[in-house]
């Protein structure tokens, strides 16, 4: 059984989908949803937290929640959720995760960048490339964009966990990502990231991660070896 804040997860969302609540248009406020639905603006609150995380709207402080526009990622979204955790850290808990940092410098963001996360195009941003290791074994190549606002960076951190850094250390709430999963060929980066032969097949998951207030802080692309990568989904039929 479902809980209420999850029927209205559902509901709201049925009414973007249908276009009662247009690209960029911002909906009713907390209250007049929570007397609409005839529940708590707490209620409400975790709703609309669900629909931040899944992409289809934002938040902004002072001026309320508005329906996401096309960020790129959104004409190609998927249906079905692929549950994993945020981070190769908490993947794979229990195992030895290390990182080899292979770029940390900062510059501005592109316009496609910036909209994506949700900054001004002067607002300087992180670059991140890592080969991340699973008990010594190669697990992935990541390349990460993060506002330089957010938090100081330094290869020492970069060679832990981002994430658990953010949260430890900055007493950040990360509360989600909304990811895109394809396949593509390896690159020259690949090659020198992961020791992978030039257009092998690579497993590709694009994501951008909320704060638990809807704000974007993470642009990453991670590229996974074709040999030793699954992706696991379960499915619900309610």
């Not at 009414?15 to 248009?25: F, H």
């Not at 490339?129 to 960076?153: C, N, Q």
């Amino acid at each position: 059984m479902a809980y209420k804040y999850e029927a209205i997860a559902t509901s709201l969302r049925q009414d973007i989908k249908t276009g009662k609540y247009a690209p960029g248009e911002l909906m009713p406020d907390q209250n007049k949803l929570a007397t609409t639905f005839d529940t708590t603006r707490i209620t409400i609150h975790k709703a609309i937290q669900l629909l931040i995380i899944e992409g289809m709207v934002y938040s902004k402080r002072g001026a309320g929640t508005f329906v996401r526009k096309d960020f790129g990622l959104k004409e190609q979204r998927q249906a079905s959720q692929v549950d994993r955790p945020l981070g190769t850290t908490r993947t794979n808990q229990g195992k030895k995760v290390t990182s080899k940092v292979l770029e940390l410098q900062a510059r501005l963001p592109t316009a496609h960048e910036a909209e994506q996360l949700m900054i001004d195009e002067m607002d300087p941003v992180y670059v991140i490339r890592r080969t991340r290791f699973v008990d010594g074994k190669i697990w992935a190549y990541e390349h990460t964009l993060m506002p330089t606002s957010i938090v100081t960076l330094t290869r020492n951190v970069l060679e832990g966990s981002i994430y658990g850094y953010l949260e430890q250390v900055r007493g950040m709430s990360l509360a989600g990502s909304h990811r895109l999963i394809s396949a593509a060929k390896a690159t020259a980066e690949d090659v020198e990231a992961m020791a992978a032969q030039l257009g092998d097949p690579v497993l590709v998951i694009k994501q951008v991660s909320y704060t638990d207030d809807g704000q974007p802080f993470e642009l990453s692309e991670s590229h996974f070896p074709y040999a030793s990568s699954t992706v696991v989904a379960d499915i619900q039929v309610h």
